[in-house]
């Protein structure tokens, strides 16, 4: 019984076969992979992605980078971070990192690729307005930032990825 699908032989998948499924008591056909992940799996690879991305950052700002930070920016740096401003910022990018990066990730090379993207747009804008707009920002600064962006919001999807592809599965 092939041809078009009607209100009486919905496609597979559809929303009048989901419809259909939830008035009809029958179980949906879709495996575990396509269907909304729960609310409880968004808000754990969100937790996931904010502990990886704020060990990173903290190591990365905190540690590995902080001398070049503080030789290139001299006193452009604060010497301690607006907790408003850093908090705001990672509140918005853990929801756009988790959304973009992890949800919308088919495999964990997709969430690779897909966070890599985020974080060269995200950081990319950040450091090249800064670059066009405020006189003597140090050019060194811009790939490597740009650079810790793209693998920082990479890693951060994949945590997320994961543990949402795992609680998706129990």
Known sequence: MGGRPSAKNPRRGS??????????????????????????????????????????????LGYIALDMY???????????????????F??????????YGAMGAKTVGHAVSRGGALGLVAYGTYELTNWAVIAGWPVML???????GVALTAISSV????????????
Do not use: F, N
């Open 142 to 148: 811009v790939p490597a930032d740009i650079a810790w």
């Open 159 to 170: 945590a997320g990825h994961i543990v949402l592809t795992r609680m998706s599965r129990l």
């Open 15 to 60: 929303v009048a076969s989901r419809q259909s499924a939830v008035m009809t008591g029958v179980p949906d056909e879709r495996p575990a992979s396509q269907m909304a992940p729960s609310l409880g799996a968004i808000l754990a690879a969100g937790g996931a992605v904010a502990a990886v991305m704020l060990v990173l950052d903290l190591t990365w």
């Open 70 to 88: 503080k030789s290139q920016l001299g006193d452009l740096m604060r010497p301690q971070p607006d907790v408003l401003a850093a908090g705001l």
């Open 90 to 99: 990672y509140a918005m990018y853990v929801v756009a990192t988790t959304a």
